[in-house]
């Protein structure tokens, strides 16, 4: 196994323990708000001794009505979108109607063109449910969904379902073009050898063509290819398919810091 590299020597540019909640400086608690209404976006969420607790709660209404069942609560380092009936915006993730119900402002709070993010984490075992960070392009460069698609690719921290965790748990790691045409999209399951419902550190470091993606000090994965635009981190709890077992849903965030390149 390879250790991953140390942090840089130099405080972190993003460092929140949450203990007075998501610091407003550093964080939109909403999902991807320009695709849908602020009322279905808004992530539920307690400050806890711990960290940060995402939640999914019994009436949280779903994302967006053509994806449910679906409930997410999220925290964002930023936003962007174009006007309300356009197709500009973060993270087209969708090959089909998506396109801007409520115009969100410009706002880079952490969007880092390469550098790295260490996020201490504890997972959700609850129904449906998984935890997720990645990193997307921000896409407020360009001035239309086409020359937007150069610069939209996603580094996946990790992708944790619920199902997939036990004694031993498998995760999704890896990155994602969406339609980048400069990136190839390299995805591939993890196995750790513990139950993540405990904290653990995920860390990805990215830029000058190359991604490492690690986790407990461990390098995971080292990919040949990076992004190279701004890049917001998305930190979130989804309930996947219909509303099932016992509420609230949770999964706790305890800490994450952010260097920028430099």
């Not at 196994?1 to 942090?7: G, I, S, V």
């Not at 939640?55 to 409930?71: F, S």
């Not at 973060?90 to 880079?108: A, G, K, N």
Request: hydrophobic fraction near 35%.
């Amino acid at each position: 196994m390879t250790p991953l590299p140390a942090p840089p020597d130099r405080a972190p540019d993003l460092d929140d323990d949450f203990a007075a909640g998501p610091a407003p400086a550093l964080w939109v608690p909403h999902y991807l708000p320009h695709w849908t209404t602020s009322d279905r976006s808004a992530a539920r969420f307690r400050t806890t001794a711990d960290g940060l607790e995402l939640r999914i709660e019994a009436d949280q209404p779903d994302w967006r009505p053509e994806d449910a069942p679906m409930r997410v609560s999220n925290l964002q380092t930023g936003t962007f979108s174009g006007p309300v009936g356009s197709r500009r915006g973060t993270h087209r993730h969708r090959e089909d109607s998506l396109v801007v119900r409520t115009e969100t402002p410009t706002r880079l709070l952490w969007a880092p063109a390469a550098g790295r993010v260490d996020l201490t984490v504890s997972a959700s075992r609850d129904e449906g449910c998984m935890l997720a960070a990645w990193l997307v392009g921000t896409e407020h460069e360009a001035n239309t969904p086409r020359d937007a698609d150069g610069t939209s690719g996603e580094v996946c921290v990790v992708e944790i379902d619920a199902t997939a965790i036990g004694a031993a748990t498998t995760a999704r790691t890896g990155l994602k073009a969406h339609h980048d045409p400069d990136l190839t999209s390299d995805m591939a399951e993890v196995e750790l050898p513990f139950d993540v419902t405990r904290p653990h550190t995920w860390t990805a470091i990215w830029g000058a063509g190359e991604t490492v993606i690690g986790c407990g000090g461990t390098v995971l994965r080292r990919i040949p290819q990076s992004p190279r635009y701004p890049l917001f981190l998305m930190v979130d709890l989804f309930e996947i398919g219909p509303p099932a077992g016992s509420y609230p849903k949770t999964a706790v965030v305890h800490r994450v810091r952010g260097w920028s390149a430099q």
